[in-house]
């Protein structure tokens, strides 16, 4: 999946949106695709969630650490 993506547009702007009003906000990729996602309609796969993640994180608009071993994605405050 590239950038151009409409599904993955679709799903970038939503993480934007969700982390513009929620600066703090840190997940995991299911915590994400659950709870930050949840409004999307119909709802992304893992797949393109975690490829839209990736995309953002190359962009550097999120980022990701392993706190106890766990994948846990946040964003980057510019």
């Known amino acids: 999946m590239v950038a151009d993506d409409p599904e993955i547009a679709r ?5 934007r949106r969700y982390v513009r009003l929620r600066p703090q906000a840190a997940d995991s990729l299911r915590g994400i695709a659950e709870s930050w ?6 709802p992304p796969s893992l797949d393109t969630v975690r ?6 994180e190359r962009d550097g608009a999120m980022a990701r650490a392993w706190p106890g071993g766990s994948e846990i994605w946040h964003a980057i405050r510019r």
């Open 11 to 15: 799903v970038a702007e939503a993480i």
């Open 51 to 56: 490829a839209t993640l990736e995309l953002l």
């Open 37 to 42: 996602l949840a409004q999307l309609q119909p």
